[in-house]
């Protein structure tokens, strides 16, 4: 019941009732990525516009940072295969895909930062100096 309260009245916890409804009728399930995010396409209504409509179902959180780099391609029509029909494979140099922690407690906090946490030591020296006129 608490799954249904939270598709009727939330966009973004994963699926709402619309999308469920829509996947159902005219989704075609491409593949699922290592964060158990949902690939769909369809058909185009407009064939001559994009030859197909392409989206994810997102493994709780709707965030979009949390698609990685293979399946980013796929679904802005950058490459016609996605991942999983294709031997994907990422470059040496990259590394492992990570969503963007930016408003979590795994933000970047740098030293001094007031969020950081950690208190200053007694008797060591401002940071900055304030401006006097």
Do not use: C
């Not at 969503?99 to 969020?115: C, F, K, Q």
């Amino acid at each position: 019941m608490l799954d249904f309260l939270k598709e009727f009245f939330t966009w973004w916890n994963g699926r709402t009732l619309g999308l469920r409804w829509y996947t159902a009728r005219k989704g075609e399930f491409v593949g699922e990525d290592e964060f158990g995010n949902k690939y769909y396409r369809a058909p185009s209504a407009v064939p001559e516009s994009i030859a197909e409509r392409r989206w994810v179902v997102y493994n709780g959180y709707a965030e979009a940072s949390s698609i990685p780099p293979g399946w980013h391609g796929w679904m802005h029509h950058t490459v016609d295969t996605p991942p999983g029909e294709t031997d994907y494979t990422a470059r040496e140099w990259h590394k492992p895909h990570q969503a963007n922690p930016t408003g979590s407690a795994l933000a970047y906090r740098p030293p001094g930062s007031i969020v950081a946490g950690a208190p200053k030591a007694a008797g060591t020296e401002p940071d900055y100096e304030a401006w006097q006129p």
